[in-house]
């Protein structure tokens, strides 16, 4: 089973329109982390923010902010008022934090953001 | 100066030759990575080492090989190409903390002729 689901290969928002991406992960780990990269045509990966499973306030870093929902095994990314620098690729990562795991972020397949003006 | 850099940024190569790509960070970080992204599968773990003394596989080790030289250095090698290696290549590394995220290098796009 995929551990990481983004389920919209693309998106449109509107430029000043706030915009969610979806991520539902799946995990018997009871302590994991969630992550948001995004990556622009150039083609660097730049982390965004981060949410711990037994933080117990939603993640917020700028106009970024994640609506983590633990019951659902949901993560998503809200950006508020898009600019079109944020036309990219999102993606959503998760790491699983038990003993002896390689504590490597295991990616979701990608979400293609695109601002229009 | 870049925290994390990886030499080529671009290599285009024939089947069959070898490769090293190489990876260099000033974070100080013990965690290296290798990751390897095609489009639409997001990024998949090809390698990971803990230390200078450890190395693992990740999810798709098969045809690659890899060295950690030292605790700021770790290289990949293709020893034997073949086109559907072609792919764009990530170096990361991390601390140790759970909550620390992972920085990647900028990549390097290898394409196998």
């Known amino acids: 089973a995929q551990k990481i689901t983004q389920t919209q290969p693309g998106m449109f928002v509107q430029e000043k329109e706030a915009v969610t991406l979806d991520c539902t992960y799946d995990?018997?780990?009871?302590?994991?982390?969630l992550f948001w990269y995004k990556q622009p045509s150039s083609g660097e990966m730049i982390f965004l923010i981060y949410q711990g499973s037994y933080d117990q306030q939603n993640a917020t870093e700028g106009r970024y902010s994640l609506n983590f929902q633990k019951a659902r095994k949901s993560a998503n990314l809200v950006i508020s008022a898009s600019q079109l620098g944020d036309s990219a690729m999102y993606f959503c990562?998760?790491?699983?934090?038990?003993?002896?795991?390689?504590?490597?972020?295991?990616f979701g397949s990608g979400t293609q953001l695109t601002v229009l003006p | 100066d870049a925290d994390v850099t990886q030499t080529p940024r671009n290599r285009i190569t024939k089947t069959g030759k070898r490769i090293m790509l190489e990876c260099s960070q000033t974070?100080?970080?013990?965690?290296m990575y290798w990751y390897r992204q095609d489009p639409g599968l997001g990024l998949r773990l090809i390698y990971y080492s803990f230390d200078v003394k450890d190395i693992n596989k990740g999810e798709i080790s098969d045809g690659y090989s890899v060295s950690r030289q030292a605790q700021a250095k770790f290289s990949l090698s293709l020893e034997s190409a073949i086109p559907n290696q072609t792919a764009l290549y990530f170096c990361?590394?991390?601390?140790?903390?759970?909550?620390?995220?992972?920085?990647f290098g900028p990549g390097t796009r290898l394409t196998v002729l």
């Open positions: 974070k100080g970080h013990d965690r």
């Open positions: 995990t018997s780990d009871p302590s994991y982390g």
């Open positions: 990562a998760m790491r699983e934090v038990s003993s002896g795991s390689a504590r490597q972020l295991t």
């Open positions: 990361a590394t991390s601390g140790e903390m759970s909550y620390n995220e992972q920085f």
